[in-house]
């Protein structure tokens, strides 16, 4: 059964920071893999799409890039804003249970960031 | 526009009711799926459904039951069955395995 496991569980930068954040999975068995925004009491905000034959992808200061042989995954903020102060999720899509066809998202239980101003 | 949309946005059940959360999409999506968010947890899987008249039970269905009757609606009913239902549920959709996942914007269910 597939898990997914996101280090830090949190963490506070300064302004303008790099940073990255870290997305492993077990089963490298994968489809796809999505990176979402959660803000809280709110839904979850599509930030990138990496297909397991793709390597990375960008949007805006977002990169993810995707090593499904080692089974992990990493999103990059490049100069944070306190804008980006969120919950961060990854979620891997394969077969959710074995000898079936069904797929879905298996989800990490994120990272919660704060971006101090 | 196209999504999803979950309603109602706060629900509050007393002991012993069932309750109906509603999701509906206008994105044309056969797969249509459950999540219940508990803080700490992550979100967990409880029903999916990937086309009209069929759904699955995921990780955690006791105590829930859906229907599909059509593409655009996947209702979740919470039961009394349910002995802890107070948490944030997240209703996503998408069309093939290829393409992104999109979510509502969730209803925060409450015991009173």
């Known amino acids: 059964k597939q898990e997914v496991t996101q280090i830090p569980a949190a963490l506070s930068v300064p302004e303008g920071e790099n940073l990255v954040l870290n997305c492993s999975f077990t089963?490298?068995?994968?489809?796809?893999l999505q990176w979402f925004r959660q803000d809280p009491g709110k839904g979850l905000t599509s930030l990138l799409l990496?297909?397991?034959?793709?390597r990375e992808q960008t949007s805006g200061r977002l990169n993810a890039s995707l090593d499904k042989s080692s089974g992990r995954s990493t999103l990059y903020i490049a100069a944070s804003q306190p804008g980006d102060s969120a919950t961060y999720l990854c979620?891997?899509?394969?077969?959710?249970?074995?000898?079936?066809?069904?797929?879905?998202?298996?989800f990490g239980k994120g990272t919660h960031l704060i971006i101090q101003p | 526009d196209g999504g999803i949309t979950q309603s109602p946005k706060y629900l509050f059940r007393k002991e012993g009711q069932n309750v109906t959360l509603s999701c509906e999409q206008n994105?044309?999506?056969?797969?249509m799926y459950w999540y219940r968010q508990d803080p700490g947890q992550g979100l967990r899987l409880i029903y999916y459904?990937?086309?009209?008249?069929?759904?699955q039970k995921g990780d955690i269905a006791e105590g829930y039951s859906v229907s599909r009757e059509k593409k655009e609606s996947f209702p979740l009913t919470v039961t009394s069955a349910q002995k802890n239902p107070t948490a944030f549920y997240l209703c996503?959709?998408?069309?093939?395995?290829?393409?992104?996942?999109?979510f509502g914007q969730g209803t925060r269910l409450t015991v009173v």
């Open positions: 979620a891997v899509r394969s077969r959710l249970y074995s000898g079936g066809g069904a797929d879905g998202l298996t």
């Open positions: 994105l044309n999506h056969d797969a």
């Open positions: 089963d490298s068995a994968i489809y796809n």
């Open positions: 990496i297909q397991s034959s793709q």
């Open positions: 996503a959709s998408s069309w093939r395995r290829d393409t992104e996942a999109f």
């Open positions: 459904s990937q086309i009209v008249n069929d759904f």
